[in-house]
């Protein structure tokens, strides 16, 4: 899902496919270190989320244009009209249902995305208290 996730041999901060976070930090200066990795992928995943947010309004963009390239609804007619309306009501619920569905994996990486953001945050606040009780 994400290309950084692979464990790096150089580094202190690992994130696993699942979204785990490890810190390898044993020392003062690997836990200094290791502040400055979890800052740096917090930045990666931002910009993730970022990319997918924009995907998103993308898509909404050309859902909302479709809608107002499309006329009203057809009015009048007896039994005709009625049946007119309900295709056209048929028709533009799915273009909803089709825009949920687009809109829906790409809702499901934002969050992963957003639960990895929290794991650094509340790791970075690990290790700086290591640092502080440590020092």
Do not use: C
Request: no cysteine; proline share 1%; net charge positive.
């Amino acid at each position: 899902m994400f290309s950084d996730m692979l464990p790096n041999q150089n580094s202190f901060v690992t994130i696993t496919a699942e979204g785990e976070l490890r810190i390898s930090a044993r020392s003062m200066a690997e836990a200094k270190i290791a502040i400055k990795e979890l800052k740096l992928k917090k930045k990666e995943y931002a910009l993730v989320k970022r990319e997918i947010s924009q995907s998103q309004k993308q898509i909404r963009a050309e859902y909302t244009h479709s809608v107002r390239q499309r006329g009203s609804k057809f009015r009048g007619g007896g039994s005709i009209g009625r049946l007119v309306r309900t295709v056209q009501t048929i028709n533009r619920d799915a273009d909803r249902r089709t825009l949920a569905q687009e809109l829906a994996p790409l809702e499901q990486q934002k969050n992963a995305v957003e639960a990895i953001i929290n794991a650094i945050d509340q790791a970075a606040l690990q290790v700086e208290k290591f640092i502080i009780e440590n020092s």
